[in-house]
Protein backbone atom coordinates (compact mmCIF):
# COMPACT_ATOMS: atom_id res chain seq x y z
CA UNK A 1 0.00 0.00 0.00
CA UNK A 2 1.31 3.64 -0.88
CA UNK A 3 1.53 5.92 2.19
CA UNK A 4 1.03 9.54 1.22
CA UNK A 5 1.47 13.28 2.41
CA UNK A 6 -0.89 15.56 2.35
CA UNK A 7 2.07 18.26 1.85
CA UNK A 8 3.10 16.26 -1.63
CA UNK A 9 1.45 15.69 -4.89
CA UNK A 10 -0.71 12.89 -5.07
CA UNK A 11 0.41 10.36 -7.95
CA UNK A 12 -1.91 10.61 -10.79
CA UNK A 13 -3.18 6.95 -11.06
CA UNK A 14 -5.11 7.81 -7.44
CA UNK A 15 -6.65 11.34 -8.76
CA UNK A 16 -10.11 10.31 -8.76
CA UNK A 17 -9.92 8.04 -6.16
CA UNK A 18 -12.58 8.06 -3.52
CA UNK A 19 -11.89 8.76 0.23
CA UNK A 20 -12.61 7.36 3.31
CA UNK A 21 -12.02 10.51 5.67
CA UNK A 22 -11.54 10.12 9.47
CA UNK A 23 -8.72 9.67 12.36
CA UNK A 24 -9.52 6.37 12.72
CA UNK A 25 -7.19 5.94 15.16
CA UNK A 26 -7.98 2.28 16.69
CA UNK A 27 -10.05 1.51 13.43
CA UNK A 28 -13.05 -0.45 15.27
CA UNK A 29 -16.04 -1.53 13.82
CA UNK A 30 -17.53 1.93 12.68
CA UNK A 31 -14.33 3.12 11.34
CA UNK A 32 -14.45 -0.04 8.92
CA UNK A 33 -17.71 0.57 8.13
CA UNK A 34 -17.00 3.94 7.14
CA UNK A 35 -13.78 2.42 4.89
CA UNK A 36 -15.99 -0.49 3.67
CA UNK A 37 -18.54 2.52 2.62
CA UNK A 38 -15.49 3.83 0.58
CA UNK A 39 -14.24 0.50 -0.95
CA UNK A 40 -17.41 -0.90 -2.33
CA UNK A 41 -18.36 2.95 -3.73
CA UNK A 42 -14.39 3.40 -5.86
CA UNK A 43 -14.94 -0.59 -7.28
CA UNK A 44 -18.52 -0.24 -8.35
CA UNK A 45 -17.20 3.05 -10.17
CA UNK A 46 -13.59 1.25 -10.85
CA UNK A 47 -11.70 3.98 -8.71
CA UNK A 48 -9.22 3.53 -6.63
CA UNK A 49 -9.70 3.77 -2.97
CA UNK A 50 -7.26 6.12 0.01
CA UNK A 51 -7.88 6.11 3.55
CA UNK A 52 -7.13 9.50 5.19
CA UNK A 53 -5.86 10.12 8.92
CA UNK A 54 -4.22 12.70 11.15
CA UNK A 55 -1.02 12.39 12.55
CA UNK A 56 -0.69 13.53 15.07
CA UNK A 57 -4.24 13.54 16.41
CA UNK A 58 -5.76 16.80 16.56
CA UNK A 59 -6.14 16.50 20.37
CA UNK A 60 -2.19 16.08 20.72
CA UNK A 61 -1.77 19.21 19.12
CA UNK A 62 -4.52 21.29 20.79
CA UNK A 63 -4.00 19.98 24.12
CA UNK A 64 -0.01 17.98 24.28
CA UNK A 65 -0.14 17.83 28.31
CA UNK A 66 -3.06 14.93 28.50
CA UNK A 67 -1.72 11.35 29.02
CA UNK A 68 -0.71 9.24 25.48
CA UNK A 69 -4.04 7.89 24.47
CA UNK A 70 -3.11 6.38 20.77
CA UNK A 71 -4.89 2.77 20.26
CA UNK A 72 -2.55 2.30 16.81
CA UNK A 73 0.69 3.84 15.03
CA UNK A 74 0.69 4.70 11.52
CA UNK A 75 2.33 1.60 10.41
CA UNK A 76 -0.37 -0.57 12.45
CA UNK A 77 -3.14 1.76 10.65
CA UNK A 78 -1.54 1.45 7.41
CA UNK A 79 -1.58 -2.59 7.16
CA UNK A 80 -5.08 -2.44 8.97
CA UNK A 81 -6.22 -0.22 5.99
CA UNK A 82 -4.86 -2.29 3.25
CA UNK A 83 -6.57 -5.09 4.68
CA UNK A 84 -9.57 -3.04 4.47
CA UNK A 85 -9.42 -2.95 0.33
CA UNK A 86 -8.10 0.28 0.04
CA UNK A 87 -4.90 0.89 -2.49
CA UNK A 88 -3.08 4.12 -0.19
CA UNK A 89 -2.75 5.98 3.35
CA UNK A 90 -3.18 9.89 3.00
CA UNK A 91 -1.94 11.07 6.51
CA UNK A 92 -2.62 14.66 7.01
CA UNK A 93 0.00 15.95 9.56
CA UNK A 94 -1.63 17.97 12.06
CA UNK A 95 0.16 21.41 12.96
CA UNK A 96 -0.93 24.78 13.60
CA UNK A 97 -1.29 25.63 9.45
CA UNK A 98 -3.97 22.83 9.30
CA UNK A 99 -5.50 23.72 12.55
CA UNK A 100 -6.20 26.99 11.13
CA UNK A 101 -7.26 25.58 7.70
CA UNK A 102 -11.38 26.96 7.00
CA UNK A 103 -13.29 23.69 6.50
CA UNK A 104 -14.00 25.25 3.14
CA UNK A 105 -10.52 25.75 2.15
CA UNK A 106 -9.91 22.32 3.13
CA UNK A 107 -12.57 20.74 0.90
CA UNK A 108 -12.15 22.89 -2.00
CA UNK A 109 -8.15 22.98 -1.80
CA UNK A 110 -6.98 19.67 -0.76
CA UNK A 111 -9.60 17.65 -1.47
CA UNK A 112 -10.16 18.99 -4.57
CA UNK A 113 -7.94 21.35 -6.04
CA UNK A 114 -4.38 18.76 -4.20
CA UNK A 115 -5.95 15.14 -4.12
CA UNK A 116 -8.60 15.28 -7.09
CA UNK A 117 -10.73 13.31 -5.33
CA UNK A 118 -13.84 12.18 -6.89
CA UNK A 119 -15.81 11.16 -3.53
CA UNK A 120 -15.72 11.28 0.12
CA UNK A 121 -16.83 9.03 2.73
CA UNK A 122 -17.12 9.95 6.45
CA UNK A 123 -19.25 9.17 9.41
CA UNK A 124 -22.07 11.37 10.59
CA UNK A 125 -20.37 12.98 13.38
CA UNK A 126 -17.02 13.79 11.45
CA UNK A 127 -15.93 17.43 11.64
CA UNK A 128 -12.51 19.27 10.31
CA UNK A 129 -11.20 22.55 9.38
CA UNK A 130 -10.87 25.58 12.12
CA UNK A 131 -13.04 25.69 14.94
CA UNK A 132 -14.15 22.21 14.05
CA UNK A 133 -16.40 24.63 11.62
CA UNK A 134 -17.11 21.55 8.81
CA UNK A 135 -19.54 18.99 8.97
CA UNK A 136 -20.79 16.56 6.69
CA UNK A 137 -23.38 18.94 5.62
CA UNK A 138 -20.69 21.52 4.85
CA UNK A 139 -18.70 18.70 3.00
CA UNK A 140 -21.87 17.74 0.48
CA UNK A 141 -22.24 21.37 -0.18
CA UNK A 142 -18.84 22.66 -0.97
CA UNK A 143 -18.27 19.67 -2.66
CA UNK A 144 -21.21 19.75 -5.14
CA UNK A 145 -19.96 22.89 -6.38
CA UNK A 146 -16.19 21.49 -7.17
CA UNK A 147 -17.36 18.12 -8.24
CA UNK A 148 -17.01 16.08 -5.23
CA UNK A 149 -19.82 13.74 -4.23
CA UNK A 150 -20.08 13.10 -0.51
CA UNK A 151 -21.48 10.25 1.26
CA UNK A 152 -21.70 10.06 5.29
CA UNK A 153 -21.55 6.37 7.29
CA UNK A 154 -24.01 6.21 10.65
CA UNK A 155 -22.82 5.05 13.91
CA UNK A 156 -21.97 1.61 14.67
CA UNK A 157 -23.83 -0.08 17.39
CA UNK A 158 -22.95 -3.12 20.01
CA UNK A 159 -23.65 -4.01 22.96
CA UNK A 160 -26.71 -1.46 23.36
CA UNK A 161 -23.95 1.14 22.62
CA UNK A 162 -22.49 3.25 20.08
CA UNK A 163 -18.74 1.84 18.83
CA UNK A 164 -15.81 4.65 20.16
CA UNK A 165 -12.42 5.00 20.14
CA UNK A 166 -13.61 6.50 23.40
CA UNK A 167 -14.94 3.50 24.57
CA UNK A 168 -12.46 1.00 23.91
CA UNK A 169 -9.86 3.15 25.82
CA UNK A 170 -12.01 3.63 28.78
CA UNK A 171 -12.23 -0.58 28.24
CA UNK A 172 -8.41 -0.89 28.40
CA UNK A 173 -8.02 1.20 31.61
CA UNK A 174 -10.11 -0.62 33.16
CA UNK A 175 -8.39 -3.82 32.06
CA UNK A 176 -11.15 -5.18 29.55
CA UNK A 177 -9.50 -6.85 27.20
CA UNK A 178 -12.12 -8.72 25.70
CA UNK A 179 -14.66 -5.62 25.39
CA UNK A 180 -12.19 -3.97 24.10
CA UNK A 181 -11.00 -6.71 20.99
CA UNK A 182 -14.89 -7.14 20.46
CA UNK A 183 -15.46 -3.61 19.18
CA UNK A 184 -11.31 -3.72 17.56
CA UNK A 185 -12.50 -7.02 15.43
CA UNK A 186 -8.85 -7.68 16.96
CA UNK A 187 -6.92 -7.67 20.41
CA UNK A 188 -5.37 -4.47 21.45
CA UNK A 189 -1.43 -4.53 20.49
CA UNK A 190 1.53 -2.03 20.95
CA UNK A 191 4.00 -1.99 18.72
CA UNK A 192 7.58 -1.44 19.32
CA UNK A 193 11.40 -1.86 19.14
CA UNK A 194 12.98 -4.50 22.18
CA UNK A 195 15.32 -2.30 24.14
CA UNK A 196 17.72 -3.54 26.70
CA UNK A 197 17.05 -3.49 30.44
CA UNK A 198 18.34 -4.31 33.63
CA UNK A 199 17.87 -8.10 32.74
CA UNK A 200 16.66 -9.25 36.24
CA UNK A 201 13.79 -11.48 34.70
CA UNK A 202 16.63 -13.53 33.31
CA UNK A 203 18.33 -13.85 37.13
CA UNK A 204 14.80 -15.57 38.03
CA UNK A 205 13.86 -17.77 34.99
CA UNK A 206 11.74 -15.76 33.50
CA UNK A 207 13.43 -13.93 30.67
CA UNK A 208 11.11 -10.67 29.21
CA UNK A 209 11.63 -8.12 26.42
CA UNK A 210 11.62 -4.31 27.53
CA UNK A 211 9.38 -1.97 25.57
CA UNK A 212 8.43 1.61 25.71
CA UNK A 213 4.58 2.40 25.42
CA UNK A 214 5.56 5.76 24.06
CA UNK A 215 2.14 7.65 22.69
CA UNK A 216 -0.13 4.38 23.06
CA UNK A 217 -2.82 4.89 25.45
CA UNK A 218 -1.70 2.89 29.00
CA UNK A 219 -4.41 -0.20 29.25
CA UNK A 220 -4.60 -1.03 33.63
CA UNK A 221 -1.82 -1.67 34.87
CA UNK A 222 -0.80 -5.26 35.56
CA UNK A 223 -0.40 -8.89 34.26
CA UNK A 224 -1.61 -10.30 30.79
CA UNK A 225 -2.10 -13.14 28.52
CA UNK A 226 -0.43 -11.94 25.42
CA UNK A 227 0.70 -12.99 22.28
CA UNK A 228 3.75 -11.47 20.14
CA UNK A 229 4.44 -10.83 16.59
CA UNK A 230 8.43 -10.93 15.89
CA UNK A 231 7.41 -8.30 12.60
CA UNK A 232 10.75 -9.14 10.75
CA UNK A 233 10.02 -13.59 10.24
CA UNK A 234 6.43 -12.91 11.66
CA UNK A 235 6.96 -15.75 14.05
CA UNK A 236 4.12 -15.74 16.62
CA UNK A 237 4.60 -16.25 20.58
CA UNK A 238 2.42 -16.84 23.68
CA UNK A 239 3.48 -15.48 26.89
CA UNK A 240 2.71 -13.41 29.74
CA UNK A 241 3.11 -9.91 30.23
CA UNK A 242 3.84 -7.13 32.79
CA UNK A 243 2.71 -3.22 32.33
CA UNK A 244 3.32 -0.95 34.52
CA UNK A 245 5.96 0.63 36.78
CA UNK A 246 7.27 -2.44 38.39
CA UNK A 247 6.27 -2.21 41.96
CA UNK A 248 9.37 -4.83 43.20
CA UNK A 249 12.15 -2.87 41.79
CA UNK A 250 13.83 0.19 42.43
CA UNK A 251 13.24 2.95 41.28
CA UNK A 252 10.09 2.84 39.13
CA UNK A 253 10.03 2.22 35.74
CA UNK A 254 7.02 2.43 33.16
CA UNK A 255 7.64 -0.61 30.67
CA UNK A 256 6.12 -3.23 28.61
CA UNK A 257 7.70 -6.27 29.63
CA UNK A 258 6.46 -9.73 27.60
CA UNK A 259 8.04 -13.45 28.74
CA UNK A 260 7.34 -15.62 26.00
CA UNK A 261 7.16 -19.47 26.54
CA UNK A 262 9.68 -21.57 25.17
CA UNK A 263 11.28 -19.00 23.37
CA UNK A 264 15.40 -18.21 23.92
CA UNK A 265 16.24 -16.15 20.85
CA UNK A 266 17.76 -13.06 20.86
CA UNK A 267 14.92 -10.13 20.57
CA UNK A 268 16.93 -7.15 21.47
CA UNK A 269 17.03 -4.18 18.64
CA UNK A 270 13.72 -6.03 17.20
CA UNK A 271 10.63 -5.11 16.70
CA UNK A 272 7.80 -6.47 18.48
CA UNK A 273 3.78 -6.33 18.47
CA UNK A 274 2.11 -7.24 21.35
CA UNK A 275 -1.58 -7.94 21.89
CA UNK A 276 -3.79 -7.74 24.73
CA UNK A 277 -5.83 -11.29 25.10
CA UNK A 278 -6.93 -11.40 29.25
CA UNK A 279 -6.31 -9.49 32.03
CA UNK A 280 -4.67 -11.87 34.69
CA UNK A 281 -3.83 -9.68 37.97
CA UNK A 282 -3.26 -5.88 38.85
CA UNK A 283 0.50 -4.89 39.69
CA UNK A 284 1.65 -6.29 43.28
CA UNK A 285 4.83 -5.92 45.32
CA UNK A 286 5.82 -9.23 47.13
CA UNK A 287 7.43 -9.75 50.24
CA UNK A 288 10.26 -11.63 49.19
CA UNK A 289 11.71 -12.56 45.59
CA UNK A 290 10.87 -16.36 46.15
CA UNK A 291 7.25 -15.20 46.41
CA UNK A 292 6.92 -12.96 42.98
CA UNK A 293 8.50 -15.89 41.17
CA UNK A 294 5.82 -18.30 42.78
CA UNK A 295 3.09 -15.67 41.76
CA UNK A 296 4.87 -15.53 38.16
CA UNK A 297 4.72 -19.07 37.88
CA UNK A 298 1.34 -19.31 38.35
CA UNK A 299 0.48 -16.13 36.35
CA UNK A 300 2.49 -17.73 33.52
CA UNK A 301 0.00 -21.19 33.92
CA UNK A 302 -2.77 -19.56 33.93
CA UNK A 303 -2.15 -17.29 30.59
CA UNK A 304 -1.03 -20.71 28.95
CA UNK A 305 -4.06 -21.99 29.88
CA UNK A 306 -6.13 -18.77 28.52
CA UNK A 307 -4.25 -18.72 25.29
CA UNK A 308 -4.65 -22.29 24.86
Same mark, same amino acid.
Given at each position: ????? &?????????R??????????????? &???????A?G??????????V +???????????????? =??????????????? +??? @??????????????????????????????? !????????????????????????? !???????? @??? !?????????????????????????????? $?????F?????????????????????????????R??????????????????L???????????? @?? =???? $???H????????Y?????? +??? &?? $?? =???????????????????????? $?L?
Amino acid at each position: MIRLD &HGAPVPAELRGAILALGNFDGFHLG &HQRVVAEAVGWARGEGRRTIV +ATFDPHPVRHFAPHIP =PFRLTTLDQRQELFA +AAG @ADAMMVFHFDGTLAKTPAESFVTRLLGEQMG !VAGVVTGEDFTFGKDRGGNVELLAS !VGRRCGIA @ARA !VGPVRAGGMTVSSSRIRDALKAGDCEGAGA $LLTRPFAVRAVVQHGDKRGRTIGFPTANMNLGQYLRPRYGIYAVTGRIMDTGQTLKGAANVGIRPQF @AP =PQEL $LEPHFFDYSGDLYGRELEV +AFH &HF $LR =PEAKYDSLDALIAQMTADCEQARR $LLG
